[in-house]
């Protein structure tokens, strides 16, 4: 050991080194829907990702992708964890993020017959509805009547706004047997009076 003055000096006991390192901060969303993902960034590089309670939510600990694993009705909170030494003072850091539940599973018909309609619900009320291809089905936003359109297969969402999660699920839409083109039609469209009737315009608006 070297004094101020550069001269040595030799120590014939034990001597105690504290290491002692700042995690820096944890940066990213504090909020994901469950079976949503989301990644956390960090200002000092070397360190890995965990957290607290892997029934809400789980986080590579390499990338920091976060994923929304379950949550209560309100929402459950699960702690982010950042450590680059274990054990070491100032090593570590965390960061709360709310997880928040999706709305209700979609019910109703899984199938439609083009030109024809079925009505979706969900027992979350006060959301809205979406197709993600209006060219195969359309979906009233607030009545959640679904009307095929063409032959195919499309993604239908409920949004519940209060936490903004959506829920997903694919419906197909088969040929109608009053389509000019009857190449192929699907059984339970053969016999048209059993879907409901397409509705006006002003019947499948929001």
């Known amino acids: 050991i070297s ?16 290491v002692s390192c700042r995690a820096g901060v944890i940066s990213g969303s504090d909020n994901v ?7 956390m960034t960090e200002s000092v590089a070397g360190g890995t990702w965990s957290t607290d309670n892997i029934a809400v939510g789980t986080i590579d600990p ?16 699960v702690n982010v964890i950042y450590e680059i030494t274990p ?11 709310l997880v928040k539940p999706l709305p209700a599973p979609i019910s109703g018909p899984p199938s439609v017959c083009s030109e024809y309609c079925i ?3 969900d027992a979350t009320v006060g959301g809205f509805w979406s197709s993600a291809d209006v060219s195969v089905g359309t979906i009233g936003s607030a009545t959640g009547v679904m009307c095929g359109v063409a032959a195919g297969s499309v993604d239908i969402s409920y949004t519940d706004p209060t936490t903004s999660c959506s829920i997903t699920r694919t419906e197909h839409c088969a040929r109608s047997a009053s389509m000019a083109s009857r ?24």
Not at 33 to 39: D, E, K
Not at 66 to 71: D, E, H, K, P, T
Not at 183 to 206: G, H, I, L, M, N
């Open 3 to 18: 004094n101020t003055r550069g001269c040595k000096t030799t120590c014939n006991g034990l001597v105690s080194i504290t």
């Open 33 to 39: 829907c469950v079976g949503q993902t989301i990644t």
């Open 62 to 77: 390499a990338t920091g992708v976060l994923r929304g694993i379950g949550a209560l009705p309100g929402g459950t909170w």
């Open 87 to 97: 054990g070491t003072p100032g090593c570590r850091t965390t960061k709360a993020v």
């Open 119 to 121: 009505t979706l619900t």
């Open 183 to 206: 190449r192929w039609v699907a059984p339970f469209c053969q016999k048209p009076a059993s879907p409901q009737a397409k509705p006006s315009a002003a019947q499948t608006s929001p």
